[in-house]
């Protein structure tokens, strides 16, 4: 994904921050998280709860009159009222001391009850920092609402509120079945000044599986969209993209335009890795993801040929933890994967986010070749976030030597570092932090890379990074690097002065 397409993707939110310089912000002001890649089903117990409302056909149908009526006329009488306005008064966090002003700021998205007693799904970008929310449902009566759970990794949040009157709510499908080519509705209130509060358009699912976009300094880790060029415009975040069934598929996120507004070009979050986090969101406010212990990348032209595929698809695993999940499983260094629990895998974003989507315990089949011939083993899951803590440093990152450049504050790559984060050791500087308003705050770099080049330069260390900054001093042209992601992909960034 080049530079100048990344840098123009922006969260579909409608905000009010810092008066007289929002021009310069707007493409930093992005939703905190991750994300993820094609997604598993929960448990079925989790998606009782859900009520179908929606029974639509994907043909024009005639009513009393013999008027012939749009197929998509159903889908919106039934799913329509359970979009909601959102208005959150945020902290004004993270913002440079020159633009900083004091009180709070404004900013409007959208969402949509998933249970009639009052849950409501949203974006975390939405809802984040928000010292006060509040609801507008399609009756016109406003609420106030607590944040129930969020989960900047994924951008998805859950809020709540006590309503005093009947609640439409969506029922949730299945965005493992998409296929390029279906139907997709958007609801949601574009424009919050202009009263356009529940705007109905109408595209199709451009593509799926879209990753590695750049949403500035806060780009979602897990990373898995859903393209449509149904109309998405700010304002939308946290709304519902809908099949032609009136089942949520995605939830809407993002856009990518030169001008800020809609050229066809969306993305919406898949609702399977919405299903398999709402329940924790609601139980204890956090999420638990599924743990493998493995560093993948993609499977290259020539590995494929090698390995006998049908086309360049799979995970190559580069390396598996000792007494990790994988490991126990009998996953070996070299194995191609190219199904998880039921899915065919195409490529690493995926792999990881349906990892994160299963839970401990899990006994999942994952299919591979090893050698050219195809296996199947049955993997019993880990708990990530139990990982992560039983691996914390002995040294804090404080005690460490930091060295800042380009609004990246940089470590050198230790392999300490690399086992108390998880990542796999290479030789180069470890992202720690992203400064706002900085050229690195509109790269699409995230914390936890690793850099490994910087134009055309190996890094080992900050003291080389220190070498090469000196040289650099003044250019404006742009500067390559190469990366090594928080999930092991090898990948070219680049910074622009």
Known sequence: MSGSFNNSISPAKKGHKWLGVVSLLVIGAVFGLVIASSFDLPRHSSAQVYRNIAQSGAYPTVDNNGSV??????????????????????????????????????????????????????????????????????????????????????????????????????????????KVGDWAIAIGNPFPQQGLDRTVTVGVISAVGRSQLNFGRETPYYQYYIQTDASINPGNSGGPLLNINGEVIGVNAAISSPTGGSVGIGFAIPINLARAIVPDLIASGQVHRGWLGIYLDNVTEREAKRQGLDAVRGVVIDSVFAGSPAEKAGIRNGDVVIGFNGQEI????????????????????????????????????????????????????????????????????????????????????????????????????????????????????IADVEQVARKLRGSSRRIPLIVQEPDGTIARKVLRP
């Open 69 to 178: 009526q749009s197929p998509f006329v159903g889908v919106v009488e039934k799913v329509q009222n359970a979009v909601v306005n959102i208005s959150a008064r945020s902290r004004e966090e993270n913002v440079p001391w020159w633009f900083r002003q004091s009180g709070t700021s404004v900013s409007s998205g959208s969402g949509f009850f998933f249970r009639e007693d009052g849950y409501i799904l949203t974006n975390n970008h939405v809802v984040k920092n928000a010292v006060k929310l509040t609801v507008r449902t399609a009756t016109g009566f406003r609420y106030d609402a607590k944040l129930v759970g969020a989960d900047p990794q994924t951008d998805l949040a859950v809020i709540k509120v006590e309503p005093e009157e009947d609640i439409t709510a969506i029922s949730f499908g299945n965005s493992n079945n998409l």
């Open 346 to 461: 195409n490529d690493a974003a995926q792999l990881s986010v349906l990892v994160s989507t299963v839970k401990n315990g899990d006994q999942i089949p994952v299919e591979l070749i090893r050698d050219g011939v195809r296996q199947s083993v049955v993997a019993s899951i880990g708990d990530r976030e139990s990982y992560l803590s039983s691996n914390k440093p002995e040294v804090e990152p404080d005690d460490f030597e930091v060295y800042q450049w380009m609004g990246l504050e940089l470590l050198t790559f230790t392999e300490e570092i690399a086992d108390a984060v998880a990542v796999k050791y290479v030789p180069g500087v470890f992202v720690r932090r992203i400064y706002p308003g900085t050229p690195a705050d509109r790269s699409s770099i995230t914390r936890g890379t690793i850099i490994m080049q910087i134009d055309n330069v190996t890094i080992k260390s």
